[in-house]
């Protein structure tokens, strides 16, 4: 005999605030800054990053979206759960993704007040320095929508690949 249970999730919080509605230059702005950056990137690794730079911050509606056009944009399953503990599964990535995702992490937590310089060189050897720049503004970027996902508490769950692009 089976017996159907009805699974019981935790309610939906919902958003603080529809900052995007209270502050719609900020927004449009933010849309025209993020399409800047992303220029010259490869998607895939664009993605990584956001989910990465997200997971640090602790943005559950940005990892929701990138997690999702990750996977639209031909990202592994495999590679976007282990960006959690990518330091010991480096195996996953190429020399040049480790390189991004080091400065990701370094850029993102400034707990030492800097990036080091390590890092940087790293990123340095991978990326030409045009593509830098820009990895370096995409990441910001995404610490920026991060900032404003996380204070205005947007909720995850409802977003669909490719919506924003």
Not at 49 to 68: E, G, W, Y
Not at 112 to 132: N, S
Not at 147 to 164: I, L
Request: with cysteine.
């Amino acid at each position: 005999m089976t017996t159907e249970e009805t699974v019981r999730y935790a309610p939906e919080h919902p958003a603080r605030l529809a900052w995007a509605q209270h502050a719609p230059e900020v927004y449009k702005a933010m849309l025209r800054l993020d399409t800047a950056a992303r220029q010259g990137l490869d998607p895939r690794l664009l993605e990584l990053v956001k989910i990465r730079a997200s997971q640090l911050n602790h943005c559950a509606f940005c990892l929701d979206m990138h997690s999702k056009d990750a996977l639209a944009a031909g990202e592994s399953v495999e590679r976007i759960i282990q960006l959690g503990a990518w330091q010991e599964s480096r195996h996953f990535y190429t020399e040049k993704e480790v390189a991004a995702l080091e400065l990701t992490d370094a850029v993102t937590v400034l707990t030492d007040g800097f990036v080091p310089d390590e890092v940087y060189d790293q990123a340095a050897k991978h990326f030409e320095e045009a593509e830098l720049a820009q990895l370096i503004a995409a990441i910001t970027v995404i610490n920026a929508w991060n900032r404003f996902g996380v204070t205005c508490r947007m909720v995850p769950g409802h977003y669909e690949a490719g919506q924003h692009q």
